[in-house]
T-cell receptor, first 116, second 114 residues
């Protein structure tokens, strides 16, 4: 069975601070995908990143960066110099790779509030 | 290219009523799925389909039916609505393509059962 744990239910930081959202996962698959989605107050789900389990390189996209560590089963997300527009609920998710195993298992989400 | 569309956006039902949530995608994706989102529980998979004529149950299928007669459409039917089905429902689709694999989500349907 797959499981995703986002232990931080809510985080509040002052604008321009850096913030890291934690994600820990469990799976018996040897290959899998990891995702981060953003859900702003408007309610839609916005895709941020997909990471294949073969690729442990960290990734940076503007103010966003992701740290994938297979040894600790973690896929953490850092926002640098946070902005009010970053306020949202962030979900980490996991899926299989094989055909027919595309089901996404989501964590319970972390609500991030950026205080101006 | 509209992506994934869902109708209605909002719906209020009385206990025992039935209804169908519509989902359509215009990306020719093989894989489609339905999730429900409840406070503090993230998104949970209800049903999914890997192609026309093929459906299977997810984590929380009870009280819901699906069918997939075309590649484009994947409706979710509530047979006899219950207050426990009050939730936000998301439909998603993706190509079964390991190179560009990404699940695209619709805007959601907020359902209240009284």
């Amino acid at each position: 069975a797959q499981k995703v744990t986002q232990a931080q239910t809510e985080i509040s930081v002052v604008e321009k601070e850096d913030v890291t959202l934690d994600c820990v996962y469990e799976t018996r698959d040897t290959t899998y995908y990891l995702f981060w989605y953003k859900q702003p107050p408007s309610g839609e789900l916005v895709f941020l990143i997909r990471r294949n389990s073969f690729d442990e390189q960290n990734e940076i996209s503007g103010r966003y960066s992701w740290n994938f560590q297979k040894s600790t089963s973690s896929f953490n997300f850092t926002i640098t110099a946070s902005q009010v527009v970053d306020s949202a609920v962030y979900f980490c998710a996991l899926s299989g790779v094989l055909f027919g195993n595309e089901k996404l298992t989501f964590g319970t989400g972390t609500r991030l509030t950026i205080i101006p | 290219n509209a992506g994934v569309t869902q109708t209605p956006k909002f719906q209020v039902l009385k206990t025992g009523q039935s209804m169908t949530l519509q989902c359509a995608q215009d990306m020719n994706h093989e894989y489609m799925s339905w999730y429900r989102q409840d406070p503090g529980m993230g998104l949970r998979l209800i049903h999914y389909s890997v192609g026309a004529g093929i459906t299977d149950q997810g984590e929380v299928p009870n009280g819901y039916n699906v069918s997939r007669s075309t590649t484009e459409d994947f409706p979710l039917r509530l047979l006899s609505a219950a207050p426990s089905q009050t939730s936000v429902y998301f439909c998603a689709s993706s190509a079964l393509d390991r190179v560009t694999y990404e699940q695209y989500f619709g805007p959601g349907t907020r359902l209240t059962v009284t």
